[in-house]
């Protein structure tokens, strides 16, 4: 059967359930009432089990059927916890369930479970593990202790729980303190670990790379591409040609330029600017257009689709693509003729885009730039690049007053912006880490930031408009009872949401209010907290973040597949070959693989913050017994943690406070001493001393000297 015309039908059975009017009842009544033909009952029937094995609906021994709500049951993602209890994070339900460690029932951290709600109250959940329904770790990485007759693995990530045991005869030689892969055999009981045999041995714990070679394998990052797919990367020329231009804009003419990373290699957008003579501003954004190369279907597309980003972690990339398009064709590389997917846009003085063009192009960049060169230009007088680029010069403070342009107008309609620091980890040859400081943005970092929101707000809108299928971002507005938290919180010190928490403007009117206050960053924290992940959809419906009514990611096609999957549906409506059978196909894909590409997209974050923080605790290895000034950064029921001015973020221990009894008040996010009434709360300045760091639960510990 057509897989749409499934997806409809098992949708209509579904919401069919969802009714408040439906009462559980057999498979033969249901089919009854839907009016499902003899022919297509085994279709029918079929749905009902598979739907039956991805827990979205209960049978009873009886035979009726509902929704697992019915029965006050759910399924979701099972979270472990290294002392044998877990939470289930249900989608769409505010806060996990939490699950005792004898109501586990065999389950493992992220595997897909049916759980039954036992016990419910205005603030949690508890519920039981009834069914596991589908294995989420295959595979665990982790530490070989070997034993004499056996052997057992300590996996890197404490919520899977458990040591896993390993028979003689499944340890692949392994030694005690070996990086290896495991493959599980057994799944835990309620009285026995899981059971399984090593499949890879990745190193010794101690080997240089072995590290985030861990973290690759934990988290099943592709790392290698297939002998398939490099013979099709190695298909694409390395050099445009003229058939490749044809029925394009010609924009080599154009003085553009790269403004990226000095460490950059795969440069997919280039911009320019001028002034036109009414005024306005004339804005290009010339991306890669990697579609061009990336057909559907192919063995490069598949790879790019299942990768879904690239992943930046301390010491290396995991590329979407390819080095030889990454950095080679598709790379947008000065004094090359490269081909393009362009958006050019004239901005007035408010910031408003008066008109656009969405074409096809053929462009060559005239200077590869830098953000710390071109940031130069614009805030030294007496930069020591200003001869080199003498000729730019001009088209750059015309960046610089656009840039102001589009950030007013941003700031005007609400749009948040946060000020918190991001680590840059300095690596030496062997990948061990010598700095940690915080990343600088500065003007240049801005002005590429403004000028890809601008062209990513209309190429989101204008195709909104045409009513195609679409692949945008979307951030929705905080849940009603977070918002109605974070209003009370501020209250408390002071400060009161203006105007309707379900726009953006009131919470950066709120973060406007803190900028230099003692408080500052705890109001930051709590407004980021109350806030909702970004995801990608078919649907447009507003980013809240950036108070834009559309929104899409266009400008990064060469590292994240939802800007390739739109660059294909954008190429194919310019070129008139988005057909009514074409149209329908987008349909159909389009929901999964939003859905996928936001499930790739946190993996990779997750990979990328683990990476940090291990290298970040290698680093404070070295510095025990070392004392620096800090800011309280988060307070727990098990202590504070303290941010350094380098970003480096650890933990005082409550058992660690010797001078008074310290309570958690969660209402007030803060510590409060029952014999002194010290209190510590996020923003306090104090004075803290390293005593140590884990590179195997990747934390770093300090002690309190003093508070100032």
Known sequence: MDTQLYNERRDKLLGFMADKQYRPMTSSDIAMLLGIHADDMPMFYDMLSQLEKQGKIITTKKGKIA???????????????????????????????????????????????????????????????????????????????????????????????????????????AVTGHKVVVRITKPPTEHENPEGRVTEILGHINDPGVDILSIIREHDLPSEFTDEVLRDASLVPEEINRDDTAGRADYRDVTMVTIDGEDAKDLDDAVSVQRLENGNYKLGVYIADVSHYVKEGSPLDKEAYRRGTSVYLADRVIPMLPHRLSNGICSLNEGCDRLSLCCVMEVDGRGNTVSSEIQKAVINVDRRMSYTVVNSLLTD????????????????????????????????????????????????????????????????????????????????????????????????????????????????????????????????????????????????????????????????????????????????????????????????????????????????????????????????????????????????????????????????????????????????????????????????????????????????????????ASLGDKTVDFELIKKY
């Open 67 to 173: 929704l697992p709500e019915a029965f006050d049951m759910a399924t979701g993602s099972f979270i472990g916890n290294e002392r044998g209890f877990g939470f289930v994070r249900v989608e769409g339900r505010e806060g996990d369930i939490f699950i005792p460690r004898f109501a586990v029932g065999g389950a493992m951290h992220k595997d897909t479970v049916l759980v039954r709600i036992v016990r419910l109250t205005n603030k949690s959940a508890e519920g039981e593990v009834v069914r596991v329904l589908e294995r989420g770790m295959k595979t665990v990485v982790g530490t070989f202790e070997q034993v004499k007759g056996y052997g057992f693995v300590k996996a890197d990530d404490k919520r899977f729980g458990g040591d896993i045991y390993i028979d003689k005869k499944h340890t692949m030689g």
């Open 381 to 692: 007088e007496a930069s020591p690049y200003a001869e080199d680029y003498c000729a730019l010069v001009p088209m750059f403070k015309l960046m610089h007053e656009l840039r102001d342009i589009l950030f007013e107008k941003r700031r005007r309609r609400g749009a948040i912006e946060f000020d918190f620091k991001e680590a840059k980890i300095i690596l030496d040859e062997k990948g061990f880490p010598t700095d940690v400081k915080p990343y600088e943005r500065n003007l240049a970092t801005s002005i590429i930031e403004e000028f890809m929101l601008a062209a990513n707000e209309c190429i989101a809108e204008h195709f909104y408009w045409l009513s195609l299928p679409f692949v945008y971002r979307v951030h929705g507005q905080p849940d009603e009872e977070k918002a109605e938290r974070l209003r009370e919180f501020v209250g408390k010190m002071g400060y009161v949401i203006k105007g309707s928490s379900n726009h953006p403007k009131s919470f950066q009117k709120l973060l406007d209010e803190a900028k230099g206050r003692d408080n500052e960053l705890i109001v930051h924290k709590t407004v980021l907290r109350s806030l909702k992940r970004a995801a990608y959809t078919p649907e447009c419906s507003e980013h809240f973040g950036l108070a834009a009514k559309y929104y899409c990611h266009f400008t990064s096609p060469i590292r994240r597949y939802p800007d390739l999957q739109i660059h294909r549906i954008i190429s194919e409506y310019l070129a008139g070959r988005l057909s009514a059978k074409r149209i329908e196909h987008y349909n159909s894909i389009l929901p999964e693989r939003s859905q996928h590409c936001s499930a790739t997209e946190r993996a990779a974050d997750e990979a990328e913050r683990e990476t940090e923080k291990y290298k970040i605790a290698q680093y404070m290895q070295g510095k025990t017994g070392m004392e620096y000034d800090g800011i309280v950064s988060g307070v727990t029921a098990w202590g504070m943690y303290v941010e350094l001015p380098n970003t480096v973020e650890g933990l005082v221990s409550l058992k660690d406070m010797h001078d008074d009894l310290y309570i958690y008040e969660d209402e007030e996010l803060r510590l409060l001493g029952e014999r002194t009434h010290n209190t510590y709360t996020i923003g306090d300045r104090v004075r803290i001393r390293v005593t140590g």
